[in-house]
C-alpha cells in the first residue's frame, strides 16, 4: 500500500487550516500521506528538495512570499497541485479555464475527496505541467477574460484557445464541435453542458440545445418564434423559443442597451 501513497505537502501560513486539511485526508483520502507541514514560501521550498512530493497543497494567500511566488521560483513543478484559495470571482474563472483543481476555504469535505481523485487519475497517466503556465497567463488577464485561454480536452490531448477565438460550439451527441476564427474546427471529447457550465460566467450564452456562441461574435439578430443570429463567420443559428427570453437578456446584459 505505502508504494501506491500519494506523497503530499500543506502549504499555508495558518496552523490550524493546515490541522483541519491533515485531519480531513486522513479521514477522507487514505491514498494520500502528508510529508510535512509548512507555513512558508521558503519552508516549502526546502521540503520539496527533500521530500520529492507528489502533491502539494499550496495556500494563495500568505504574508511575504505568496503561493504564485514560491511557483515562478521553480524552474521546473514535477508534482500536482492543488490550490487553496479564498473566494475572488475573476480568480476562479482563471482556474478554471486553466484546468486546475483549487478547494475554497473553508474546506468542503467532498470537494476535496473530487480533487484528490483527480490527481490521483492524473499521476496515473501523463501529468500536465503546460496548466500551470496557462493559469500563470490567465492570471495576468483575469481583469480582461476574452484574453484568457481555455484549455479545451480532445482525443489526442489538448489546445489551449483564446476565448476571443471561440465563435461557437455545437453539440455532437457527447462531444463538441468549436468553430474558430482560425477556420478549422476542434472536436472535443466532452460535452456542451460541460462547456456552458465553464464558460457560463463569461461572454458565452447557449441559444440552443445545440448551440453555445461567443456573444462578442454575433453581428445580427434576426427575429422571429425563436429567431437566429448571424455570426463573425456568417454562419447563421437558430435560436430555440425556449432560449430567446434568456439569450435576449443575455445579450441586452452583456452590451448595456
Known sequence: MEDHMIRAIITDDEVRSVETLRKLLEMHCPSVKVVAECNS??????????QQPD???????????SGFDLLNEMEQIPFEII??????????QAFRFSAIDYILKPIDEELLIKAVDRVERRLHTAANPVSIEVLKYNLKNM???????????????????HLADIIYCQADNTYTTFYLTTGKPLVSSRSIIDFE????????CRIHKSYLVNMLHIKEYIKGEGGSVVLSNDTELEVSRRKKDHFLARIKEYYKF
Open 55 to 65: 502533491l502539494l497543497f499550496l495556500d494563495i494567500a500568505m504574508p511575504g512570499k
Open 83 to 92: 490550490f487553496i484559495t479564498a473566494y475572488n470571482e475573476f480568480m476562479l
Open 197 to 204: 457550465l465553464l464558460l457560463q460566467d463569461s461572454s458565452f
Open 41 to 50: 514560501a521558503a519552508e516549502t521550498q526546502k521540503q520539496i528538495v527533500l
Open 143 to 161: 481583469q480582461h477574460p476574452q484574453e484568457m485561454k481555455v484549455c479545451i480536452p480532445h482525443t489526442k490531448g489538448f489546445l489551449l484557445v
